[in-house]
Every structure is written in structure tokens, then in C-alpha cells.
């Protein structure tokens, strides 16, 4: 009697792991869609990698270390934030190359790359609405605009591009502008660099020219902040004080002072790199536009293959 059972058990668990092995499992593929992959290619495929490792990611990091550092110095050290905030942004060439040169270019480090421009960016900017009040309603509008853009730009490309579609893929077809800024190259970091140029020009010049900062024309020893400054004050001699200074003490304050450059330089910079950012902001324009109108297009066709639009049409002529 134990035998038959024991025979019966094996007849049942061999039924149930047939359709197992047979089953197909799905992953996805280069262009988003799905394939049938036997367990040989799952267990072939190796150990997962550590994607937060990579190269272009470490880099990122250290970005965004850089930015945070820039950001810490901003209200105070003009030239001690300009220069940590322009080498965070030259790293964004670098770690482009450093993801061709390792084979390491993945979807995280896109979205990292992205995410960490836009927030950067805004940042100075927000800085720049404090700093000349009667344009803050400008530099809100180019926050706005760039996020807009990008945001709407990715969307469109993963829900009509695909999952494995790259947001640089621009088919002349759609946009030839926007096809030249993406896979050039030299066109991609010139537009990028000398549009992060001119706000910190504009920065700089919130330091150094009175025609823009009237508030540069006041003796520093009149302000109430100076005014506030107690003498023989407790030193803290921290390491961590050291490193990582105070921007409102009264060392830093003469420091301020003492930073107080010509405007001459943040003048022809800001020349320079004018219309290279009425350009960069035209093609958030044009992007915007065509991620707009192209989700447009996949409501349109979605909607006609469900018979929507057939359906109101009917109801009409009823």
C-alpha cells in the first residue's frame, strides 16, 4: 500500500513539473519588448553586477558631493562655490566617457546624469532669484521650463520609444534641431557649458557690479550683520569647523569683503555665453513642444484602437 503511494506521489510531482520546465519566462530584450528565455539563460547569464559601482556612476557621486560643497559656499565665498560648481559641471563630460570607454553606460546613470543637471542648475538659479529680486519671476520661469521639458521629454521617449529607447534618440524626422544637439557631441557640451557659464557669470556679478547689486555701494561696517558680530567670541577649533567653516562668521564676512572682485571678466563672460543660453532654453522650447505633440499622437492612436473615437463619432450622428 506505501508503495502505490509513494508511486502515485512521484507520477504527481512529475505533472506538475513539466509545465514548469516548459514555461516560457519573460525578459525583456534590447528594444523593451519580451522573449522567451529558458532557464539555461538565466543561469548562464553569470553573476549580477553592481550597477551603483560603475565608473560613470562614482562619478556622479563625487558630482553631486561637488554641488552640495558649491551650494555650501554660495552666499559668501563667490569664488571658492564658482570654482567647485564649474568642476561638477565639467564632470558631466567626464563620466559620458568614462560609460564608453568602460562599456558601463546604463539607464541609472542616464537618469543620475539628468537629475543631477536639473537640480544644480536650479539651485544657482534660486540663488540668482535672491540675489536680483525684480528678475525672479525670470529665473522661476527657466526652472520651470527646464524641468517641464526634460520631464515631459523622457516621459514621451519611454512611452512611446520603449523602455530600452535612449531620451537622445531624436529622429530628424521629429525635430532635426533636437537630433544635432543630442548626438553631437561637441554641440551637446558647448550648449551645455557656456549655458551653466552665464549664470555664473550672473553670480559673479551679483559680487561685483553695482549696476546689478546696488546693495555693493553699502560700507560693509554699516550692515547689521557686521553690527551683530560680538568681539572675543569662543574660537571652536574643531576639525570639523575647520573643514567646514561657518559662511556667517566674522572670518568669513572679511573674507567676503576681501573676495570683492572686478566685474570686468563676469561682464564679457556673461556676454559670451548670452546667446548660447537664449539658444539652450529655445531648445527646451522645441522639446517640450514635440514631446507634447508626439504623446499627442500615441493618445490618438491608442484611442482608435480601442474604438473610443468611433464610439463619440456614433453617438453623435444619433
Known sequence: MSERRTRRQAALAAANETPTKSRAVS???GNGSAHEATPRDITSSGPAENIFTFWPNVIGYFRIVLAIASLYYMPLHPRTCSLLYSISCLLDALDGYAARYFNQSTRFGAVLDMVTDRCTTSCLLVFLSSAFPRWAIVFQGLISLDFASHYIHMYATLAMGGS????KNVDKSRSWLL?????????LFVTCALNELFFIALYLLSFSSPL????????????KTAAAIQGGAQLNSSIIRQLFTNPYSAAALEMARANKMDSTWPWILAGISAPVMIVKNILNVVQLVKA????AEGDVQMRKAAGIAKAKKGRKSN
Open 27 to 29: 525578459e525583456p530584450n
Open 292 to 295: 507634447s505633440k508626439w504623446l
Open 179 to 187: 537630433n544635432l544637439y543630442y548626438t553631437n557631441k561637441t554641440v
Open 164 to 167: 530600452a529607447e535612449s531620451h
Open 212 to 223: 546689478l547689486s546696488p546693495q555693493l555701494l553699502q560700507n560693509v561696517g554699516d550692515s
